[in-house]
């Protein structure tokens, strides 16, 4: 077989127009898998400032938190931190139906449905994030 | 037609006189000869009216050929005829218009398994496709994830050999008393079993899985298919079954599965193949925690 | 082939795991998202309402049973994607180590700050 012929990867990425729902699913649920691993790291990193704060000075915590609060930049970074969150929990609640063998015939529907409701609370919650205290 | 001409004239002479009324040999003869005419008739005036053609885009490669040695597509315009497939359309091309055109196939009725093809961007047995349900120019190429020997011809030995490794054989080895008694199956079971006997072993399942196509070890849909014919099967002892989950179980077995659900939309036999393989994880589970 | 079957491993205990931790994230991510970004609000956040929060055991409890469940949940499922990718041998067992690693640093990290949050300190 020395001779043959191997096409390479390009049949995966190259082919992105021909892929289907649950290939759609799955590269989604891996990229928001990793932002939430990624974002549990930062945020922990953030929150240390609390260690100061408890030893002597409150205005450690309360300023770092309330200065990246204000940023605009922050609350943008944030919707799209729920988005993330809210598909990958819609998503993986889809995926767990799969695992237990439920709704099997609808998983295409379910990987729609997922992104619609994301998409929707997402728009609704753009005021909450948005609201109160930005610079 | 040369073949039909002899008999005739044996029936006509032993039967002559008996009686004038035809066999239902004869009467088949008549029948599909006038439904040879009506076809041909059908297809030179289909040709006639629009002369349409289907232009198909198809892979060409060849190591031992100079010109062939680059991959490249090749156009062919096929002339279109109803209820014309892929596979139809590839073998005129082939008898037609370069007769190097290389490609399996052998049932043309989805019974063999040996066309499957990347048509369109899917995978699709080509005997069971029709022309007419496809975009044109149709694309057709090898099996993606597998080697291409020649033009459409992919190697399989490495889908045979995941096939192989579950063991793709009855192993019970309880036989009811009596020389004549049968290994009896309930009808529920079969029930349950039935759409995981279907696989015909062509490979569609495989070259869809992404993950197939990263980890080179993992058994693939149609491997755990095949596992799972047997497992589920209760004419096989528990201790079978137990190293049949073995199998399943390890590195390369059905934790692989992303449940992407590739595999089950291109499977020519409709095998719930996803469906099959959660069940399997669940049972793994389940037999794991009975021994913790 | 037949060597193929001799790698039993189990697997299927960390695909359980990965499945249990989920359906708690569920629960428990909707909780935080909701008390931190709707109840109360991010930017409003001082060093005394996360004081007063964590002081309440039960709250600290679920906090560090969600930090503890997002770092297997997480890392697990990066070992998982990895492992998929075909990583094999030394560069495995390195992610299977490096990983694990990450995790512990993650989760002492965490109850460390919970701690602070809630008056208890230990250095
Ligand atoms: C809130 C509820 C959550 C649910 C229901 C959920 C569900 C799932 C499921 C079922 C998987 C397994 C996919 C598979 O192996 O086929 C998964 C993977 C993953 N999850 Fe979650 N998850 C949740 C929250 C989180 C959080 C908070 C994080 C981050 C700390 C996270 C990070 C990941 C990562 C990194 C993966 C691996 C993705 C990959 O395969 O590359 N998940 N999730
Ligand atoms: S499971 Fe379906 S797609 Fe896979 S080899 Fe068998 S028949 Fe072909
Ligand atoms: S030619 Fe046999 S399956 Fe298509």
């Known amino acids: 077989m020395s001779q043959s012929y191997d096409r390479g990867l390009i049949e995966d990425f190259g082919r992105w127009r021909e892929f289907s729902a649950g290939m759609w699913a799955w590269i989604l649920h891996k990229f928001t898998g990793w932002v939430l691993i990624g974002y549990l790291f930062m945020h922990i990193a953030v929150l240390s400032t609390a260690i100061d704060a408890a030893s002597g000075d409150p205005a450690t915590y309360t300023d770092t938190i309330q200065g990246l609060e204000s940023l605009l930049v922050v609350r943008v970074l944030e919707i799209g931190l729920l988005a993330t969150a809210v598909f990958h929990i819609l998503n993986g609640v889809r995926l767990l139906m799969v695992d237990l063998g439920v709704g099997l015939e609808a998983q295409d529907k379910s990987f729609y449905a997922s992104l619609v409701v994301t998409g929707g609370i997402v728009v609704a919650s753009v005021p909450t994030f948005l609201g109160g205290g930005v610079v | ?292 | 082939m037949a060597e193929r079957y001799s790698s039993f491993e189990p697997n299927g205990a960390t695909w359980l795991l990965q499945r249990i931790t989920a359906a708690l994230l569920v629960v428990l991510l909707a909780f935080h998202f909701f008390q931190l970004h709707f109840l109360n609000h991010a930017y409003e956040v001082t060093f005394a309402d996360t004081q007063a929060r964590m002081e309440d055991p039960a709250y600290f409890a679920t906090m560090v049973l969600f930090l503890v469940a997002a770092a297997f949940h997480g890392l697990n499922g990066i070992y998982n994607a990895l492992v998929n990718q075909g990583i094999e041998g030394t560069r495995k067992t390195i992610a299977k180590y490096g990983l694990t690693l990450a995790g512990i640093v993650l989760v002492a990290q965490g109850i460390r700050v919970a701690m602070a949050m809630a008056g208890v300190t230990i250095s």
């Open chain 2, 1 to 292: 037609m040369s073949t039909e001409q002899d008999e005739p004239t044996a029936e006509t002479t032993t039967d002559a006189d008996e009686a004038p009324a035809q066999t239902p040999g004869d009467r088949r003869r008549e029948e599909k000869q006038a439904r040879m005419q009506v076809t041909e008739r059908e297809r030179a005036e289909a040709a006639a009216a629009a002369d349409e053609t289907v232009q198909l885009k198809v892979f060409r490669f060849d190591p031992e050929v100079p010109e062939k040695e680059e991959p490249r597509f090749d156009d062919f315009h096929v002339p279109y005829v109803q209820g014309m497939t892929v596979l139809d359309a590839l073998i005129y091309a082939r008898d037609e218009f370069d007769s190097s055109l290389t490609f399996r196939h052998s049932c043309r009725q989805a019974v063999c398994g040996s066309d499957a093809l990347f048509i369109n961007g899917s995978q699709r047995l080509a005997c069971k496709t029709q022309l007419s349900a496809l975009d044109a120019p149709v694309r057709v190429e090898p099996l993606p994830h597998q080697d291409v020997v020649k033009d459409l011809v992919v190697d399989m030995e490495h889908f045979y050999d995941q096939m192989e490794a579950v063991e793709p054989y009855m192993q019970s080895e309880e036989f009811p008393e009596g020389e004549l008694e049968e290994q009896r199956q309930s009808p529920e079971n079969r029930e349950k079993i039935k759409m995981s006997t279907r696989c015909i072993w062509c490979g569609a399942c495989m070259s869809s899985c992404n993950i197939a196509a990263g980890d080179n070890e993992y058994l693939g849909p149609a491997a755990i298919n095949k596992a799972y014919r047997f497992a589920m099967d209760e004419r096989e002892e528990d201790d079978i079954k137990e190293h049949r989950m073995r199998i399943m179980e390890q590195e390369h077995g059905v934790w692989r599965c992303q449940t992407q659900f590739s595999c089950t939309e291109v499977c020519p036999k409709d095998i719930p193949l996803t469906e099959h393989i959660q069940e399997l994880k669940r049972e793994a589970v389940k037999s794991n925690l009975k021994f913790w």
